[in-house]
Every structure is written in structure tokens, then in C-alpha cells.
């Protein structure tokens, strides 16, 4: 899930500039983390202790008041109601990253993913947008090729992954929808030559950046191994001890668990 993290980190001052160019700083003195970050860490931590989301999201609402929510997430974190709030919004796929790391199947990715996403986002489109974005990474991580990875995608949910960042870029605007926003980042992948050209693809489209950043680098972090070391020193950079904690603490037990997988494997073929 880092690779989404640094994607919120860079897009972070890209959000509603309308950026509609690959050549900008990947970090500025402004660069930090928002809502996308704060609600992927609250993910991780359910799926590291078992807790319960919606009450790990609201715990990290407090914690992060002012990191940037949508107002309909602001509405239902703030109060007492546990009840979701149909959004098809992008705030369901930003944040569903961890899964396709935490997973072993795709059946499992895409159970999870309709669970986690329906805690607030409870709108058909709004799980679509979570567990295309979930399938996409869970495939890269896979070691799918990104051909059979826009098939996939394509036939499962429907979106029209035909077109290219060029093709899209002069037009594209700001747009939090799901529908809106989850095609175009996994695009940005799509269209990618490494991990940080999927990060200025996604940037370089003019909508919402650090959430299509976000989407785009959870898939980028798995298709290409990782993120870059010195993307990823000054991502956790940005990050305060307790989000860092949690953020080490899942990769430590997504790397252990891939080791012990490994092993049982090895051990199955002899």
C-alpha cells in the first residue's frame, strides 16, 4: 500500500490545480498526506488486529480532523450513525489498496472489497470502483501482464480501459465519482513505463490528484515490484510515528506471509 501512499503524498498539491503536465517536483516543502493516506492506514490496522472498519475509519477521523474529507464522510464520521451513506464516490477506491496485498485469491479481493467499501459506500457503482481498483493490483501483484490486466478489468466491471492518458488529458477535469475516476488511474497505469511515470501520468490528467494518484500507485507498487527507494523515504517522510508504525507493520507481516507462501510452495513441489 505504499506505492498509494506516495501517490496522496504527491498529488497532495497537485489537488484541484489542474496539473496537465508530467514535469513538476515530485516533492515540495508542501507535499503531505491526506484523507486517501489516513483511511488506507485505518484499512491496514483493521486487517492487522480484526477490527471493526467502520469504527477504526471513525477512531482516525478523530485523530485527523482536518485532512481533508468529503462531506458526506465528514457527516457520517462525525456522528453516531454506523449506517452507510450510498456513495458511489472515488473515497471507496482510494483507500482499498491493502487488500489486494492481504489476499490470496481473487475471490477473496473482491469479497473483501465489497465489505470494506460498503461500510460507507454503498452505492453499486462505489464497490465497482473499490474492487476494480482492488483487482487491478491484486493481478500486477500476480504478475498478470497489463494487457490481460485491462482485459480483466474491462470485461469484470465494464469500464472502457481503450483509451490513453494523451488521448484524455486536454479534456479531463476534476471528477470524485468513482466511475469518474477509477478508470483513468488505472489508465495511468496502464500507460506507464515504472513507478514514477504512473505517478506524473495520473498527476499530468487535471482532476482529483492525489486520490487518482493513489489508485493509480497501490496498482504501480505491484506491477513493478515496489516503490522506488527515494520515493519511498520521503513518502514515509511525510508520515507521522503512528501512521508509520501501522504502515511498517503491515508490510513486515504482507512480506512475511508472502515468505511462508513461498516456502509451503517449495516444500508442495519436492
Not at 486517501?36 to 480484526?50: K, N, P, S
Amino acid at each position: 500500500m505504499l506505492g498509494a501512499i506516495a501517490g496522496d503524498v504527491i498529488g497532495s498539491v497537485h489537488e484541484s490545480a489542474g496539473t496537465k503536465t508530467k514535469a513538476f517536483p515530485l516533492f515540495t516543502p508542501w507535499s503531505c498526506f491526506t484523507d486517501d493516506t489516513v483511511l488506507t492506514v485505518a484499512l491496514a490496522q483493521t486487517l492487522l488486529t480484526g477490527e471493526d472498519y467502520g469504527r477504526s475509519m471513525k477512531e482516525y477521523y478523530r485523530r485527523y480532523p482536518g485532512a481533508g474529507y468529503g462531506g458526506m464522510f465528514h457527516r457520517w464520521a462525525s456522528s453516531d450513525d454506523a449506517a452507510p451513506y450510498q456513495s458511489y464516490g472515488n473515497g471507496a477506491a482510494m483507500r482499498i489498496s491493502p487488500v489486494a496485498f492481504w489476499y490470496e485469491t481473487l475471490d477473496e479481493v473482491l469479497d473483501a472489497a465489497c465489505r470494506f467499501t460498503a461500510v460507507t459506500h454503498s452505492h453499486p457503482e462505489g464497490i465497482k470502483g473499490a474492487q476494480a481498483a482492488a483487482t487491478a493490483a491484486f493481478l500486477a501483484r500476480q504478475g498478470e501482464s497489463k494487457e490481460a490486466i485491462r482485459g480483466q478489468v474491462q470485461r469484470r466491471f465494464g469500464y472502457d480501459l481503450s483509451f490513453t492518458c494523451d488521448d484524455i488529458r486536454p479534456t479531463y477535469v476534476f471528477d470524485v465519482t468513482c466511475q469518474g475516476t477509477v478508470p483513468q488511474a488505472i489508465v495511468a497505469f496502464l500507460d506507464s513505463t515504472g513507478f514514477e511515470d504512473a505517478i506524473r501520468n495520473a498527476i499530468s490528467l487535471g482532476g482529483d490528484a492525489d486520490t487518482l494518484a493513489c489508485i493509480c500507485g497501490g496498482v504501480a507498487e505491484a506491477f513493478y515490484g515496489g516503490v522506488p527507494e527515494d520515493i519511498a523515504a520521503q513518502t514515509l517522510g511525510a508520515l507521522d510515528l503512528s501512521l508509520l508504525s501501522v504502515v511498517e507493520e503491515f508490510s513486515a507481516r504482507v512480506h512475511r506471509n508472502a515468505r511462508k507462501a513461498g516456502e509451503l510452495g517449495d516444500g508442495g513441489d519436492g
